[in-house]
């Protein structure tokens, strides 16, 4: 059995990942989620910008589901100030885990010439990074958007190379796989890039790591795709700052693929393509019934129009401020959406009665309507009303829409216990 992994949960919204590796409850629960092993999460952060009371909203959620106490509600780099001043302590933990923004990480000065990393104030990324730094947790489990991999659109690539020059620098193993939910059976077309990093980790060869052996290989089984006609192979260094200056310069792609794997510095990547052959979820499934819907969020016949025209294809002439003329094109999109299918990706706009073309509308007993907030915790894989404590409509969407599919983590957490238990039983030997 391996040991309990003690865990520090950053920008920990509504508690996704805590949900999915400590799991939640007693079986029978209304909310019962099972544990992926044996995680206790013992900190966690969640701060939203600017620090009005009506804007922490995931925080009294998180702290409603928790436990008061819980959840530290206060600005991560404040936090660590204090910490680093001995105004006070984070308890011992052995994963940090968190879902940061894609934000400009470039760096202004050489290491050589900084007492430390100078990136951009507010760059949440320097957060995660000075944790480390300070603690040097064995393993590190991180979200973000795909886009990470190709920005900015000047240097390709340049903020995920600093992200990995950081973990090198601080003597991390990395891997990561751009995970499209639904091709693993879930009910959401969600694409989110997870990263896994281990501290000083003894790894195989770079291509098996990548495609078998590793944590996320085996959590989300791959081959390389029939695209991929050269992986990529190349050194990262150790200083973020030589990367903000040069990495992805003239580049029209970026070099990193939806997959990858770091290993003492040096990174292969390529494009991958999902195995799976399990029971797929979708839109219908978490549909609740029609009796259940409020009427607010039945779509009104006289507003039917608006919407039509927002998911319909458009190619009109339109006109700036400044009186240039351009052409705008989109085409069109599902409307209603398909129940028998995995939903789109959800975002934090899904709330509000008024017409939008990215809000989910579906049929129901020959009516058009939107999403309730309990259908979009389950698109999210959190218990069914897990959002449902006093706040808004359009505050639980927002939840639902910087949130995460908790079934990636747990998948992941498994792994990463099978892994530790394997290894503890070789050295035993």
Not at 91 to 108: E, H, I, N, R, T
Not at 387 to 405: I, K, P, S, W, Y
């Amino acid at each position: 059995m391996a040991n309990e992994i003690r865990v520090a949960e950053l920008f920990a919204g509504v508690g996704g990942f805590r949900l999915g590796l400590d799991g939640y409850g007693n079986p029978g629960d209304d909310f019962y989620m099972k544990p992926a092993g044996p995680f206790h999460t013992v900190w966690a952060n969640q701060w939203e910008p600017m620090g009005q009371k009506t804007k922490q909203f995931a925080w009294r959620c998180y702290e409603k589901r928790f436990g008061e106490g819980s959840c530290v509600n206060e600005d991560i780099a404040k936090v660590l100030d204090e910490v680093e001043a001995g105004e006070r302590t984070i308890p011992d933990f052995d994963m940090l885990v968190g879902g940061f923004p894609c934000q400009d990480y470039s760096v202004a000065k050489p290491l050589a010439l900084a007492a430390g990393i100078e990136g951009r104030k507010g760059v949440l990324w320097w957060s995660i990074n000075r944790l480390l730094e300070m603690r040097h947790p064995k393993y590190v489990l991180l979200e973000n958007v795909d886009r990470l991999l190709k920005s900015p659109a000047s240097q390709r690539g340049r903020d995920f190379a600093i992200i990995l020059s950081c973990l090198n620098r601080l003597g991390y193993n990395a891997e990561w796989h751009v995970v499209n939910a639904a091709e693993y059976g879930m009910p959401q077309r969600r694409r989110r890039v997870y990263i896994y990093a281990e501290h000083n980790g003894s790894w195989d060869e770079p291509e098996t790591q990548l495609l078998s052996t590793g944590v996320m290989a085996q959590a989300f089984p791959i081959i390389r795709s029939v695209k991929e006609k050269e992986p990529a192979s190349f050194d990262i260094g150790e200083d973020p700052y030589e990367i903000t200056q040069s990495f992805g310069k003239g580049d029209k792609v970026s070099v990193f693929r939806n997959a990858g794997v770091m290993i003492d510095g040096h990174v292969l990547t390529m494009r991958v393509d999902a195995v799976y052959d399990g029971p797929h979820k979708t839109l219908g499934d978490v549909l609740v019934p029609a009796s259940e819907v409020p009427e607010q969020f039945w779509i009104d016949d006289a507003k039917l129009p608006s919407w039509q025209y927002l998911k319909g294809g458009k190619r009109e002439e339109r006109t700036t401020a400044a009186g240039y003329t351009y052409t705008y094109s989109e085409g069109p999109v599902a409307f209603p959406d398909s129940p028998s299918a995995p939903s789109r990706t959800i975002l934090t706009g899904e709330g509000g009665a008024g017409a939008s073309r990215t809000k989910h509308v579906v049929e129901q007993d020959g009516h058009l309507r939107r999403l309730v907030p309990d259908e979009l915790d389950q698109l999210q894989m959190f218990p069914k009303g897990w959002t449902n404590d006093g706040m808004t409509d359009g505050h639980r969407a927002f939840c639902m829409g910087n949130a995460l599919v908790t079934e990636i983590p747990h998948r992941i957490g498994m792994v990463i216990i099978q892994q530790t238990s394997s290894q503890d039983k070789h050295y035993s030997h």
